[in-house]
């Protein structure tokens, strides 16, 4: 069973960056591929972006593409979202989450198990 803690949240004002860290315990962690997930108030929870199990492929959300970035260590069992250029409308709790597949999906019911997650608030 692998468990997944994230960290890095807070409050940041418009324009701003924040790096969210997910760490992971467990040894099935480098094999896993990894998404990111967020939930803003009375909304149902998105699609951020992900990464496959060796880090060789990334793929994004339209509405952050091109701001955020995912990346991993496997050495460090922990999995990152760096964000940039954030806007109000990033406001969410953000969740990491992974699948005992190589390949990541876009789709949160094809997730195995899911972090707390960590709130992220953007000012305008």
């Known amino acids: 069973q692998v468990q997944l803690v994230e960290s890095g949240g807070g409050l940041v004002q418009a324009g701003g960056s924040l790096r969210l860290s997910c760490a992971a315990s467990g040894r099935t962690f480098s094999s896993s591929a990894m998404g990111w997930f967020r939930q803003a108030p009375g909304n149902e929870r998105d699609f951020v972006g992900a990464?496959?199990?060796?880090?060789?492929?990334?793929y994004y959300a339209d509405a952050v593409k091109g701001r955020f970035t995912i990346s991993r260590d496997n050495a460090k069992n922990t999995v990152y979202l760096q964000m940039n250029s954030l806007k109000p409308e990033d406001t969410a709790v953000y969740y990491c989450?992974?699948?005992?597949?190589?390949?990541?999906?876009?789709?949160?019911?094809?997730?195995?198990?899911w972090g707390q997650g960590t709130q992220v608030t953007v000012s305008s």
């Open positions: 989450a992974g699948r005992n597949r190589h390949y990541s999906s876009s789709s949160l019911n094809e997730y195995d198990y």
């Open positions: 990464i496959s199990w060796s880090g060789g492929s990334t």
